[in-house]
């Protein structure tokens, strides 16, 4: 038998931070089958419920942030397609 109980901080962080839903994944898969499980205290719940807003606007913020970098390599990575192509080329070039 094994529970997992995770403190009020750490679950807002875990809820704060895409990069985490993995670990939260994980951790459910875990915690799933019986006889294990999650405790979470009232205390947790109530935490957690007073700063559901800040956490959606953090998941977004992040979500923002991952697009705008995604935005910034667009052009990087088509200069590497382009020098990857010239690549090939002169590869076969050098092959025939």
């Known amino acids: 038998m ?14 704060s931070t895409p990069a985490l839903r993995p670990l939260v994944d994980e951790i459910g898969r875990h915690a799933k089958p019986p006889p294990h499980g999650i405790v979470v205290p009232s205390s ?3 935490e957690f ?3 559901r807003a800040q956490v959606v606007v953090q998941w977004g913020n992040s979500l923002k942030g991952t697009v705008a970098t995604l935005k910034n390599l667009r052009p990087v ?14 590869s076969r070039k050098a092959i025939a």
């Open 44 to 46: 947790v719940k109530a």
């Open 49 to 51: 419920t007073r700063n």
């Open 77 to 90: 990575v088509s200069k590497l397609e382009k020098e990857l192509a010239d690549i090939i080329d002169a």
């Open 2 to 15: 094994g529970y997992i109980l995770i403190d009020t901080c750490v679950w807002l962080n875990l809820a």
